[in-house]
T-cell receptor, first 115, second 113 residues
Framework: AQSVTQPDIHITVSEGASLELRCNYS??????LFWYVQSPGQGLQLLLKYFSGDTLVQGIKGFEAEFKRSQSSFNLRKPSVHWSDAAEYFC?????????????FGKGTKLSVKP | EAQVTQNPRYLITVTGKKLTVTCSQN?????MSWYRQDPGLGLRQIYYSMNVEVTDKGDVPEGYKVSRKEKRNFPLILESPSPNQTSLYFCASSPREKVETQYFGPGTRLLVL
């Protein structure tokens, strides 16, 4: 069965520190992978996505993620966190085109940023 | 501005009182979907629609209905809401050939007493 695991429910980092949010997936084939961010009271915003090709993908707001097939992982990173990055982050896996388009989401990682 | 809109944004109701949450997109997308978000569970798909008059169940369809009479609208209907349907609901849309990249609405927070 398809699934996405985000092992960390809540992470706190200091402003200016580096960040890595973990995501592991279980999927029968090479999936499409996504990271979304949800600021308090807001909807979901797509940070970045991986379909194929270069395994290091760049997204908006200075985020990047690396796809590692051998580890079934798609971890999100940012070299220097800003206070405005405090939000909840969701990793998701999607089926190839033509399918029902169901995105399987992880349970989310809440990021707090200390001044 | 390209967007997905949902109404209402906030709703408090009582058990058994039928309600409808509307979703509308102005991007001419064929694909539309409803998700619910619950703490510790992430987002789960309720229903989706690949085109007008074509709808299908997602992972958690029980207690919900949908219709797709027009391309731009995809209302979510709760015929007899129950407290376990208290949740945050998101509508999403995408072109049919790019269903992996979905645009999300702002969310509707529903409380069923």
């Amino acid at each position: 069965a398809q699934s996405v695991t985000q092992p960390d429910i809540h992470i706190t980092v200091s402003e200016g520190a580096s960040l890595e949010l973990r995501c592991n997936y279980s999927y029968g084939a090479t999936p499409y992978l996504f990271w979304y961010v949800q600021s308090p009271g807001q909807g979901l915003q797509l940070l970045l996505k991986y379909f194929s090709g270069d395994t290091l993908v760049q997204g908006i707001k200075g985020f990047e993620a690396e796809f590692k097939r051998s580890q079934s992982s798609f971890n999100l990173r940012k070299p220097s966190v800003h206070w405005s990055d405090a939000a909840e982050y969701f990793c998701a896996v999607g089926a190839p085109r033509g399918s029902q388009g169901n995105l399987i989401f992880g349970k989310g990682t809440k990021l707090s940023v200390k001044p | 501005e390209a967007q997905v809109t949902q109404n209402p944004r906030y709703l408090i109701t009582v058990t058994g009182k039928k309600l409808t949450v509307t979703c509308s997109q102005n991007m001419n997308h064929e694909y539309m979907s409803w998700y619910r978000q619950d703490p510790g569970l992430g987002l789960r798909q309720i229903y989706y629609s690949m085109n007008v008059e074509v709808t299908d169940k997602g992972d958690v369809p029980e207690g919900y209905k949908v219709s797709r009479k027009e391309k731009r609208n995809f209302p979510l209907i709760l015929e007899s809401p129950s407290p376990n349907q208290t949740s945050l609901y998101f509508c999403a849309s995408s072109p049919r050939e790019k269903v992996e990249t979905q645009y999300f609405g702002p969310g509707t927070r529903l409380l069923v007493l």
